[in-house]
């Protein structure tokens, strides 16, 4: 084999390795994400269920932690994914802080369980997968 045949077989290489690398950060950037709000999901309900209501100071800071959490993660993950895609979940946590203020706590809970929805569908959908590359 000739000197550029070599040369363009290590270029190809080195750019598979880069992908690869680049959608393994990215597939463990999500699910630590979204594993993270899973279990900030799971605390909001616990100390609910703890209170007896949504109306409470516990729960209100428990909400505002996942918004926080989530404008953090959400700008950094626009980078990796369809940044409308990920909007929606954000849209239903502000619902949640919404209905802590207007005491419906059925509703809360209906935007509570749309997020958990969310996650196992982003995390279905987001990973690194050859569905994904194709």
Not at 39 to 44: A, H, K, L, P
Not at 53 to 82: H, P, R, T
Request: charged content about 25%; aromatic content about 8%; some cysteine.
């Amino acid at each position: 084999m000739t000197k550029a045949i070599w040369i363009r077989l290590v270029s190809i290489c080195v750019l598979i390795l880069s992908l690869a690398a680049i959608c393994i950060v990215e597939d463990k950037l999500v699910d630590t994400a979204l594993a993270r709000v899973e279990n900030m999901c799971v605390e909001i309900e616990l100390a609910v269920e703890k209170n007896e209501g949504i109306v409470n100071g516990e729960v209100a800071s428990l909400v505002d932690n996942l918004e926080y959490f989530w404008n953090k993660q959400e700008s950094v993950m626009c980078f990796v994914v369809n940044h409308k895609t990920i909007e929606q979940l954000g849209v239903e946590i502000v619902r949640l802080k919404t209905y802590i203020d207007e005491e419906e706590q059925i509703e809360f809970y209906v935007s509570l369980e749309i997020i958990k929805h969310y996650i196992e569908t982003f995390q279905h959908v987001m990973g690194a997968n050859l569905h994904n590359v194709f």
